[in-house]
């Protein structure tokens, strides 16, 4: 179980890494991802309500597997603020939360050990709240605009990955329409994943709300 009285609060994905890694500190936070919203999920109130209930949805928990009790994820989230390997954040639109989303440095990352990562890469986990905005289109969306604003956030950032289990369709469609290229199937030690990125020239390339590949 997580402990966020430890300092800094350290990830069970997290690996040992150097000191560039180190340096890079913490994800990105965009202070929108237009025409998104974008804020840092507080670990009481409202948002660890939403992120509890959302998390212990069916089709959440079936991928995320964190269908935790409410007192874990107070724990998850205030021990993600207190490090500064990820960020847990909640996206909204239009005054709607409909998203919850995991921003972490990729190369502290068990992910950081199956490809040949860069200090400054952002990895992203996504899990979108309410089963009726699946299969609209939703999850491409928040790749797009996401994406394109870590790299503003962050110059320094060169990739934007995302790792979900290789049976996950739905997502994996969704990279894919947003123009991320598939970079094989890695194994992680909890899930057999497929890698999808994008790079910053080829966000920069993509015009202004389209895609830089199908």
Known sequence: MPDSTRAPWRSPREIDAGPEALAAGPPPVPV??????????????????????????????????????????????AGQASGTFSRP?????????????????AARDVVGRTYPAEPHDVGLHIAIGRRVDTGRGTGTRIFESLTR?????????????I??????????????RAGLRFGGEVDLPHKRAALYYKERAAAAAAPEGGEAER
């Open 32 to 77: 929108r991802a237009a025409p998104f919203d974008v804020r840092v999920a507080s670990a009481e109130g409202p948002d660890l309500e939403l992120v509890h209930a959302w998390m212990n949805r069916p089709h959440v928990a079936d991928f995320y597997d964190q269908a935790w009790p409410r007192e874990r994820w107070a724990e998850e989230l």
């Open 89 to 105: 954040l909640i996206i909204s639109e239009d005054g709607a939360d409909i998203a919850y989303i995991e921003l972490y440095r």
């Open 149 to 161: 604003a870590v790299f503003e956030a962050d110059p320094l950032c060169a990739r934007v990955l």
């Open 163 to 176: 790792e979900p289990d290789v049976a996950n369709a739905a997502v994996r469609k969704a990279a894919q």
